[in-house]
Nanobody, 123 residues
Framework: QVQLVESGGGLVQVGGSLRLSCVAS????????LAWFRQAPGKEREFVSV????????DYADSVKGRFTISRDKAKNTVYLQMNNLKPEDTAVYYC????????????????WGQGTQVTVSS
């Protein structure tokens, strides 16, 4: 089992920045990658970004490319999501996911989930 705990969400104005953190514990050696998804009210959970644990390879959704940066600290078992130039459409609950297989862009490809952290971008 892998436990994931997110933090760092909050209220920010348009154009502002936030950094989300996800701390992984448990059988982390079995975790191939860690990803961020988000879910806005009334919408499906959508892929944001993913990083492979061993090599640090990354992938981003087109909607966040150039604004968000995913990174990891292997010593701290932590993945970060630096979010810059935030827009109102970035408002959502952000979830950390662990595991990953296939394209790594769909929720069903992950085995472990955090509880989520709210990000609200006000205009």
């Amino acid at each position: 089992q892998v436990q994931l705990v997110e933090s760092g969400g909050g209220l920010v104005q348009v154009g502002g920045s936030l950094r989300l953190s996800c701390v992984a514990s448990g059988r982390t050696f079995s975790t191939y990658c860690l990803a961020w998804f988000r879910q806005a009210p009334g919408k499906e959970r959508e892929f944001v970004s993913v990083i492979t644990w061993m090599y640090g390879s990354t992938d981003y959704a087109d909607s966040v490319k150039g604004r968000f940066t995913i990174s990891r600290d292997k010593a701290k078992n932590t993945v970060y999501l630096q979010m810059n130039n935030l827009k109102p459409e970035d408002t959502a609950v952000y979830y950390c996911a662990g595991g990953g297989r296939g394209s790594m862009r769909y929720p069903e490809e992950y085995d472990y989930w955090g509880q989520g952290t709210q990000v609200t971008v006000s205009s």
